[in-house]
């Protein structure tokens, strides 16, 4: 099981830039989760998915940030223009169940951005 | 909404102290609780996990007991080692509209243990 696969790892851009990051969820996995991590605000979700529908994107910052998933296998989160402030580390994680208390999520390594 | 509060660190020990990370929540219901570990340069994974009032939680010689009386989650160890050094998150399972779920995390302890 390669666990959850996202890239880049590392990614540096120009303030006004797009950014695109991707994400594999585990297969067989329904549900998917962008979290955003920074020094000063710690762990934050951002927008989740459960058999690929967007359930819950409250934790979106702007209307720059959006995120897709076309399909059970890949998620995009993109950023259109990206500022300094979105410099953090971007987790995606996924989980295999819907429903149910007793479910875990599983991270991938995370990508690093930082805004320049 | 759901939360939960920690400790805040940073936590300096030295090798084979005990550890005691504390953690509290609030829920309308009745969640399950976790622990997870971040290592420097990784993503979170799970620690342990606990489903119900009463239920202690163990791995890797850590240990958590769901107090509903208290609504507490504390972690513990009896005898750290350097590799445990890392970042420690407390969450709850929330249950959200159409019956899916997310965790709520904590704000995460960073643990240094030193030779």
């Known amino acids: 099981d390669a666990g959850v696969i996202q890239s880049p790892r590392h990614e540096v851009t120009e303030m006004g830039q797009e950014v695109t990051l991707r994400c594999k969820p585990i297969s067989g996995h329904n549900s998917l989760f962008w979290y955003r991590q920074t020094m000063m605000r710690g762990l934050e979700l951002l927008i989740y998915f459960n058999n690929n529908v967007p359930i819950d994107d409250s934790g979106m910052p702007e209307d720059r940030f959006s995120a897709k998933m076309p399909n059970a296998s890949f998620s995009t989160l993109k950023i259109q223009p990206s500022e300094p402030r979105d410099s953090a580390v971007y987790f995606c994680a996924s989980s295999p169940s819907t429903s149910g208390s007793s479910y875990e999520q599983y991270f991938g390594p995370g990508t690093r951005l930082t805004v320049t | ?115």
Not at chain 2, 19 to 46: D, H, K, M, R
Request: proline share 3%; charged share 20%; with cysteine.
């Open chain 2, 1 to 115: 909404g759901d939360s939960v509060t920690q400790m805040e660190g940073p936590v300096t020990l030295s090798e084979e102290a005990c550890l005691t990370i504390n953690c509290t929540y609030t829920a309308t219901g009745y969640p399950s609780l976790f622990w997870y570990v971040q290592y420097p340069g990784e993503g979170l994974q799970l620690l342990l996990k606990a489903t119900k009032a009463d239920d202690k939680g163990s791995n890797k010689g850590f240990e958590a007991t769901y107090r509903k009386e208290t609504t507490s989650f504390h972690l513990e160890k009896g005898s750290v080692q350097v590799s445990d050094s890392a970042v420690y998150f407390c969450a709850l399972s929330e249950l959200t509209q159409g019956g899916s779920e997310k965790l709520v995390f904590g704000k995460g302890t960073k643990l240094t243990v030193n030779p």
